[in-house]
């Protein structure tokens, strides 16, 4: 198993410019999630998703569209960069069951976006 | 919504001291969860901690969750080079799929 894969690992945007992170996850997970990871902030939930067509919002969803059309994938768009976008995303999977936040998250390796 | 606070935010030690992390919460927590994030690496699990009062061993890793299940620790003994890295806590208050709140990590920095 590949396990979570992120593409690409490193980016750099022009402000303005539209992008999509994408995530995917071959472990046939239900629970998908958005993480930002800024220095001395943690990691901020973006958003969402508890399978298939569900997308919800987290703690930090301006600027940020997701949609989940297939168990694997889960893309994250910026739609329109700005340099606070600037940051390393993490997507992160993991079994859903009835308490999805009680099992382990698997990461991705992570996204290094650069926007000037 | 949730807040969970991790302290110290970086620490200093001689390879072979102990380390500890602290994790609080104003709310009652569902269950806690630790991860590790090597320099330039990616968040791995630990471990999770779900019962009031529980301690869990791994090692030289001892992780606590508090009586009210309001707090928890991660306690490392002599550490090693091996341990550098970010030691986040994350919580789960329960009540609905609102995600996991993680604390802003703690920085072990291992002076050889």
């Known amino acids: 198993n590949a396990g979570v894969t992120q593409t690409p690992k490193f980016q750099v945007l022009k402000t303005g410019q539209s992008m999509t992170l994408q995530c995917a996850q071959d472990m046939n997970h239900e629970y998908m999630s958005w993480y930002r990871q800024d220095p001395g902030m943690g990691l901020r939930l973006i958003h969402y998703?508890?399978?298939?067509?569900?997308?919800d919002q987290g703690e930090v969803p301006n600027g940020y569209n997701v949609s989940r059309s297939t168990t694997e994938d889960f893309p994250l768009r910026l739609l329109s960069a700005a340099p606070s976008q600037t940051s390393v995303y993490f997507c992160?999977?993991?079994?859903?069951?009835?308490?999805?936040?009680?099992?382990?998250?698997?990461f991705g390796p992570g996204t290094r976006l650069t926007v000037t | 919504g949730q807040q969970v606070m991790q302290i110290p935010q970086y620490q200093h030690v001689q390879e072979g001291e102990d380390f500890t992390t602290y994790c609080n919460s104003s709310t009652t927590l569902s269950n806690i969860q630790w991860y590790k994030q090597r320099p330039g690496g990616h968040p791995v699990f630990l471990i999770q901690l779900v019962k009031s009062g529980e301690v869990k061993k791994q090692k030289r890793l001892t992780f606590q969750f508090g009586e009210a299940k309001k707090n928890s620790s991660l306690h490392i003994t002599a550490t090693q080079t091996t341990d550098v890295g970010t030691y986040f806590c994350a919580a789960y208050s329960g009540g609905g799929a609102d995600g996991l709140t993680f604390g802003k990590g703690t920085h072990l920095i291992i002076q050889p």
């Open positions: 992160a999977s993991s079994y859903s069951g009835r308490k999805p936040m009680t099992y382990e998250q698997y």
């Open positions: 998703s508890v399978g298939a067509g569900i997308t």
